[in-house]
């Protein structure tokens, strides 16, 4: 047997939405089990994002600190922002959020990996890219605002943040994500192996 996800939709006998944020709602499903019996389900609908781990000659990864209200927490990040426009090229999202974010371009994308951050309670998928041959970018800084206002920038060697995560000092999932498999990737068919940074992704379909 394969060991592969596998799309699947069971029927919706009703739906609902209770809730309709600026950038996220919530929905609730009436969803036929398959005994037969209807149950309810409560789930964000998220409209994806995209993630960016900018890696540098170095083997050091860009990362930003950033303050998160849901946890009260400060986290150490890498740079990564929603996909706010519908069939936006996941690819042209990743460029954008790491030139305002870190006012960096690279010369090398490939997709490191996709995930789906919680599936039990939230359709977000997110594509994390790996971005290698950094230099600065061209014109003036993106005018940030809010959280991003009091972001702060460093360069941080791979295996520190991988320690890091390992250790629970590190929590933010797409860095996590990001760190192991790209020393997966390394481990097993090479970093070479890493589908191109154009490839289709089922979850969120874009155009090319």
């Not at 990362?63 to 890498?78: A, C, D, M, S």
Request: with cysteine; charged share 25%; glycine share 6%.
């Amino acid at each position: 047997m394969a060991i592969r996800d596998t799309p699947e939709e069971w029927r919706v006998t009703a739906t609902a939405t209770p809730f309709q944020g600026n950038k996220t709602s919530v929905r609730t499903d009436s969803v036929v089990m398959p005994d037969g019996s209807v149950v309810s389900r409560d789930y964000q609908v998220h409209p994806g994002s995209v993630a960016v781990l900018a890696l540098d000659g170095q083997d050091r990864v860009v990362v930003l600190r950033q303050y998160r209200h849901p946890v009260r927490q400060k986290l150490w990040e890498i740079p990564a922002g929603l996909l706010d426009v519908p069939g936006e090229n996941p690819l042209h999202a990743a460029q954008r959020e790491l030139y305002e974010e870190a006012h960096l371009k690279a010369e090398q994308w490939n997709v490191l990996t996709d995930v789906y951050t919680t599936p039990g309670g939230c359709d977000e998928a997110v594509r994390v890219f790996l971005a290698r041959g950094l230099s600065d970018a061209e014109g003036d800084r993106f005018e940030v605002s809010e959280e991003e206002a009091d972001m702060e920038l460093a360069r941080v060697p791979l295996v520190e943040l991988a320690r890091g995560a390992l250790a629970g000092e590190l929590h933010n999932n797409c860095l996590v994500v990001g760190v192991l498999s790209l020393l997966a990737a390394r481990a097993t068919d090479g970093v070479e192996a890493l589908r191109a940074a154009d490839a289709e992704w089922p979850a969120r379909p874009f155009e090319a």
